[in-house]
């Protein structure tokens, strides 16, 4: 069974910086096509992607917050760790993390399944 | 870069057939597979269509997925409603030429 779970802060200042863990089970992220990923809802609003990592470390991000994100693997711990930086009350949002399984050899076009249960991360002074 | 439009919400009588539409702005539909989420109140999304048409086990085959060329658009049908159909549903897809996933804006469909 593949279980994904979202762990860090429930409350973060404005400019501070953001580092949420997703741990997972039930995969590894050393097999080849496998993907781990981020998405963030805001209240009452739409999901958003954030950003990926690949089996083979490769590291793709939102457009439009790549110059504020980072995301890294620890494949012996089966987590994935995404910071944010710079956090704005608009960042406040429900954080998923959501496996990417491989689909003709890739992850790259696939689908989010599973997701995690999120993480609700509020931005205020 | 593209964008997935929904429509805001769509309701529906129990027992009847609804289709929701997640039109690409630009692009062709059919360069990259759509998905479809299910997100009830307080809960993660949930795969109820995948690569355009395909249905995960354990999603009824009440829920249908398609996508037409003419229109670049995706749709997903329920038939059969149910109550517990009641829920936001997201289309998503993928931008090859920047490794970017894309969610539509969402549709929350009322049952009543």
């Known amino acids: 069974q593949v279980t994904l779970r979202e762990s860090g802060p429930a409350l973060v200042k404005p400019t501070q910086t953001l580092t949420l863990t997703c741990t997972f089970s039930g995969f590894s992220l050393s097999t080849s096509g496998m993907c781990v990923s981020w998405i963030r809802q805001p209240p009452g609003k739409a999901l958003e992607w954030l950003a990926l990592?690949?089996?083979?470390?490769?590291?793709y991000y939102s457009t439009s917050l790549k110059t504020r994100l980072t995301i890294s693997k620890d494949t012996s711990k089966n987590q994935v760790v995404l910071t944010m930086t710079n956090m704005d009350p608009v960042d406040t949002a429900t954080y998923y993390c959501?496996?990417?399984?491989?689909?003709?050899?890739?992850?790259?076009?696939?689908?989010?399944?599973?997701w995690g249960q999120g993480t609700l991360v509020t931005v205020s002074s | 870069n593209f964008m997935l439009t929904q429509p805001h919400s769509v309701s529906e009588s129990p027992g009847k057939t609804v289709t929701i539409s997640c039109t690409r702005s630009?692009?062709?539909?059919?360069?990259?597979?759509v998905q479809w989420y299910q997100q009830r109140p307080g809960s993660a999304p949930t795969t109820v269509i995948y690569e355009d048409n395909q249905r995960p086990s354990g999603v009824p085959d009440r829920f249908s997925g398609s996508i037409d060329s003419s229109s670049n658009s995706a749709s997903l049908t329920i038939s059969g409603l149910k109550t517990e159909d009641e829920a936001d549903y997201y289309c998503q897809s993928y931008d090859s030429s920047n490794r970017n996933w894309v969610f539509g804006g969402g549709t929350k469909l009322t049952v009543l």
């Open positions: 990592i690949d089996w083979d470390d490769d590291k």
């Open positions: 630009s692009g062709s539909i059919a360069s990259n597979y």
């Open positions: 959501a496996r990417i399984p491989a689909s003709g050899g890739s992850c790259y076009g696939s689908w989010f399944d599973p």
